[in-house]
């Protein structure tokens, strides 16, 4: 019966581009058995035929040109038009009323020719569209189903009404379409340190704020295995800018975190295990480097000088791996003391010269500016500071060094006048292992993690770090510090 409704009703068959020719030719037929039953049999008077031949013909032209486009409005108008000459020519018709029912047939034939073509040429316009945008939305839930991350989306009330099969897949659950969220949440998950509430879901704020929300890391238990994820969220806007729904992409990054954690493990071990034999290596160069003063032998002394060089160079490089593994395992201790900056930026200043091609550092102290600090890791980001601005500035220019109190802060700055860093590598070279130039253009080689360190040090201080620089002008880097007297 429903099949029957959908082959009949023609507001069902919309975007079906299969039109018949078999059923306006079969109906039209019986539609004129039918009028002339009537007409002969039941009224008993074949030239009553007149108002059903027009009106319930119209009608049937009207239909099949909805139904089938101008296929069926055409074959309904030819069997309607054979059907009124049959009429004319088995009603006896002669004279001027023969020539006034041919006339008048062919001009209905025209008007019903145009009405065909007109709701024909339409219906045919509204099904290509329709079977266009339900191929086109087919060829998006296909790329959806296919992607490698999970999409979720929901609309403004916080109600699910679409998620594809990878989000299944990730979440080790189905979302039930219709799935209201806000109050509950549909997984036991740790986000930040601590249980998840439903307000630190991203496609909630994503709603509630109008802002895009990215990145943010969430764990979760899936068969006893711990997962990590990452979600994104977007809001959906109308014309008018009014938030109608959300989008949410949660992407699986436990494998990378795994392959992260194995990788910062053998950094650790690595680091630890060269360290000893290192400290041992320069303890034997030293004893030699003593011993070989009184043999006087200038060729022998540059090669220990060079050795002590690298000796040197691998000692950094290793206390940096040694403090990145301490940052990252939150093992990175601090020895506070009251101490004058001025005294610690001066004897960086002495420290690093030796390593200045001629480089002019200069820098004025005056009144004494007490911080509370690690005095050793505050050389420490001094000493990287001014190292870089050294590596990163021509010979023989000027490096100037200020410290300043305001507030209840002072300010570092250690200005160069080099190479400079982009605007848009300005937040960036504080990241781990992060790098600008090819290493092959540097004076002296790093790894990019002596920014990183420094910032992690200033933070742990409650200061700032930051950078002003313009490529080709220079950059000055910033460090702000509170005063001793504002210690906490
Ligand atoms: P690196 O060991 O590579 O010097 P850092 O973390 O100290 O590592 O610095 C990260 C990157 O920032 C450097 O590779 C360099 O590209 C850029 N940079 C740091 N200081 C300066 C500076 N004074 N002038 C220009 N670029 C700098």
Avoid at 311 to 326: A, E, F, G, P, Y
Wanted: charged content about 25%; proline content about 3%; glycine content about 6%.
């Amino acid at each position: 019966m429903k099949t029957l409704l959908t082959y009949i009703n023609p507001l069902k068959r919309l975007g079906i581009r299969e039109y018949s020719y078999k059923f306006p030719t079969l109906t039209v037929l019986s539609a004129v058995f039918l009028n002339e039953f009537y007409a002969y049999v039941l009224l008993r008077d074949p030239e009553a035929v007149g108002t059903t031949a027009i009106f319930v013909f119209l009608l049937l032209i009207i239909y099949f040109a909805f139904r089938d486009g101008r296929k069926g409005g055409f074959i309904a108008v030819f069997g309607t038009i054979s059907y009124y000459f049959y009429i004319i020519f088995t009603r006896d018709y002669s004279g001027d009323r023969l020539i006034a029912a041919v006339q008048t047939t062919i001009f209905l034939g025209s008007a019903y020719l145009f009405l065909a073509w007109v709701i024909g040429w339409l219906k045919e316009e509204i099904d290509k569209l329709i079977e266009l945008e339900a191929n086109g939305r087919k060829r998006l839930e296909t790329i959806f189903q296919q992607l490698p991350v999970g999409v979720l989306i929901s609309d403004k009330d916080l109600t699910v009404v679409q998620s594809n099969n990878k989000l299944n897949e990730i979440l080790g659950i189905k979302i039930p379409l219709g799935f209201k969220m806000g109050s509950t949440m549909l997984l036991k998950s740790n986000h930040n340190g601590g249980k998840t509430k439903p307000s630190d879901s991203p496609l909630l704020q994503a709603i509630q704020k109008g802002k895009a929300i990215s990145n943010r890391e969430f764990t979760f238990q899936k068969n006893g295995d711990t997962r990590h994820v990452q979600v994104s969220a977007s809001p959906i806007q109308d014309r008018n800018n009014d938030i109608i729904a959300a989008a949410s992409i949660i992407s699986d990054i436990t494998e990378q975190k795994k392959l992260e954690t194995r990788k910062d493990d053998f950094v650790n071990m690595a680091s630890h295990e060269l360290k000893t034999p290192l400290t041992s290596i320069k303890l034997y160069t030293d004893i030699i480097e003593r011993k070989m003063k009184q043999y006087h032998d200038k060729e022998l002394e540059n090669i220990i000088e060079k050795n002590q060089e690298q000796i040197k160079r691998l000692q950094i490089l290793v206390d940096d791996l040694l403090d990145v593994s301490r940052i990252q395992t939150g093992k990175m201790t601090f020895q506070k003391e009251i101490f004058d900056i001025q005294t610690v930026i001066r004897d960086t200043i002495e420290l690093t010269k030796e390593a200045a091609d001629g480089h002019k550092i200069s820098f004025q102290a005056g009144e004494p500016i007490p911080v509370f600090a690690d005095k050793f890791r505050i050389y420490q980001v001094l000493s990287n500071l001014i190292t870089n601005a050294v590596k990163y500035s021509p010979e023989e220019t000027e490096i100037i060094i200020k410290a300043e109190k305001k507030d209840k802060e002072v300010i570092i700055s250690i200005r160069d006048f080099g190479a400079g860093i982009d605007p848009s590598e300005h937040e960036k070279i504080f990241e781990r292992l992060y790098q600008v130039f090819d290493t092959a253009d540097k004076k002296s080689p790093g790894f990019g993690m002596g920014l990183f360190i420094s910032r992690e040090i200033i933070k742990k201080h409650k200061g700032r770090i930051w950078v002003e620089s313009e490529l080709k002008k220079g950059s000055t880097f910033y460090i702000c510090l509170p005063l001793a007297d504002n210690k906490s």
